[in-house]
Nanobody
Framework: QVQLVESGGGLVQPGGSLRLSCAVSGIIFSITRMEWYRQAPGKQREMCAIIGSGGTTAYADSVKGRFTISRDNARNTVYLQMNTLKPEDTAVYYC?????????????WGQGTQVTVSS
């Protein structure tokens, strides 16, 4: 059974920082692409950052230069370091595991963690 558990969300002032973690079990983490998404109230879920199994990263324009995605294969954990946070970063943040098995793409999601940026 694949499980993704996010943590690290909370309330932070504009300009502050948070680090989100996503612990993964039930999957061969080292060969799995990991992604962070977010969903603000009344908006569609959007991709924030991606990290491939080899460490290649990609970011949405809205977070580029402020957010950093990283992974620790020894701990089966992916991180999202968020700096210079803005009120518009307020959202529920989700991690996603993308697994390729027998030619089929399987997506697994965590339950989400709330990030609120407000003074």
């Amino acid at each position: 059974q694949v499980q993704l558990v996010e943590s690290g969300g909370g309330l932070v002032q504009p300009g502050g920082s948070l680090r989100l973690s996503c612990a993964v079990s039930g999957i061969i983490f080292s060969i799995t692409r990991m992604e962070w998404y977010r969903q603000a109230p009344g908006k569609q879920r959007e991709m924030c950052a991606i990290i491939g199994s080899g460490g290649t990263t990609a970011y949405a324009d809205s977070v580029k230069g402020r957010f950093t995605i990283s992974r620790d294969n020894a701990r089966n954990t992916v991180y999202l370091q968020m700096n210079t946070l803005k009120p518009e970063d307020t959202a529920v943040y989700y991690c996603k595991a993308v697994q390729v098995e027998s030619g089929k793409l399987n997506n697994y999601w965590g339950q989400g963690t709330q990030v609120t940026v407000s003074s």
